[in-house]
């Protein structure tokens, strides 16, 4: 593994947790290449890995990216193919934000070589421990359990109209869980006081897709959280009293994660 690049805690159920987004780490010689923009991190998954901190408590492993998606966004694929047709694609080692600002300064971008060897450096070692952990976890309870932690500011017009739901949860259309999971959770977050969507603007990206293998027990869901639920958009700043009931249904899903899943076992 290389060093620093993510934090793993290992717990006791069959259900592991990812936080890839929420990393704010940058290499000193690509945070000296770029603008003002970028270094500011805007499209961070902020707060992401403190709101899912009571998972360690219910026996969740979890894994938690270090480095900013600036370096590497662990959730696209190696091979930098799109994830969603017709739509604006933010790419391995994105080189403009959300919001369309040059992450680097002019001639200062990102190389094809440098693209291949920042995959080796941060986006392997986590992506090996993820299938580590997932083949560990189907030997010891038979099933194992992926949930993918996301959040994003609730308007970004290059890539969706309008405000977004707070929860937004994704199976990539039901192939990366079973229905009766699925149907589980839309439950819930159907139930909540928030609003919702499944498999909407976002039905799962490249992890989601790539370890979701129902049929051999390995069921993968991501939740993509509206930022105005739990922070204040514009400060970025944790909002402790604002995230209580969002925390609560989070607490909601994953026990009806595991609930649904130990059913079909």
Known sequence: MSAGVFTFHEGRTPLL??????????????AARMTAAGRALPDTDWHVAA???????????VITAQ???YVV?????????????????????PQR??????????????????????????WRPYHARIADTLAALRRRHGHALFWDAHSIVSHVPALFEGELPVLNLGTWEGRSCAPAIEQALAGVVRDAPFSSV???????????????????GVHAVQLELAQRSYMDEKTLR???RRSAALIAVLKTLLHTFLEAAGALA
Request: hydrophobic fraction near 35%; charged fraction near 25%.
């Open 97 to 122: 934000t959300f919001a369309g600002d040059a992450i680097y300064r002019d001639g200062e971008g990102v190389t094809e070589r440098e693209r291949n060897a920042r995959i080796e450096h941060y």
């Open 73 to 93: 966004d662990l959730n696209r694929p190696p091979e930098d193919t799109a994830l969603y047709a017709n739509r604006a694609a933010t790419g391995i080692c």
């Open 238 to 240: 944790y909002d402790a």
């Open 198 to 216: 499944v498999n909407g603007r976002f039905t799962g990206g490249h992890i989601t897709r790539h370890y979701g293998a129902p049929a051999r």
């Open 51 to 61: 709101l899912y901190a009571f998972a360690r408590e219910l026996g969740a492993s």
């Open 67 to 69: 480095y900013a998606r």
């Open 17 to 30: 947790v990812s936080v890839p987004h929420d990393g704010r780490l940058l290499p000193d010689d690509i």
